[in-house]
């Protein structure tokens, strides 16, 4: 079946534009996560999704950043006023959901975003 | 807060060598430990896991791990290497039903 899927695959803009990027999980896959990924990095969390509300967004950076998923299907991660420092890999990923046990994370390919 | 430090951050070796990355975790209770592997132009994808158990866990493509709690390490190894395996190798770590926390990978070379 079909994987997560994310668009654009490649983003770049200016300083201090606003950009989205969109993911689309597994169908069935309530839950979903961003990480954005730095050169050298390995993936850093961002914010998670459960059905339609975030459930836990500890990890976006600043108020610059923002995420709805508003049918509980298809997310949409935001940027405002974009700077260097937001270019990076962002990735997105989804799983079943079932109470406490641990449901293994299926990756997409990732946006790369550059900021110029 | 959780932290996971993989020491290797570039490893070459011939094809048939063996392979040991080492993964260390920052974690007092219960974890979960994962390995992915990202091959090139490709997506993550994941190695194995280790949930509870049997600490000797084995994965896809001839990988096993193996969980030490007294050492809160989770080191991978492959027997023998192929130019296949050239990838980066990402330790992954979650108390739970939580995201994942990664180290910052592992890039293998294999040559021929």
Redesign the interface.
Known sequence: GAGVSQTPSNKVTEKGKYVELRCDPISGHTALYWYRQSLGQGPEFLIYFQGTGAADDSGLPNDRFFAVRPEGSVSTLKIQRTERGDSAVYLCASSIQSGNLYNEQFFGPGTRLTVL | AQS?S?HNHHVILSEAASLELGCNYSYGGTV?LFW?VQYPG?????LL?Y?SGDPLVKGIKGFEAEFIKSKFSFNLRKPSVQWSDTAEY?C?V?P??????????TRLSVIA
């Open positions: 996971v993989q979960n992915y490709q997506h993550l994808q994941l896991k949930f990402f992954a979650t739970g039903n939580t995201p994942l926390v990664f180290g910052k990978g």
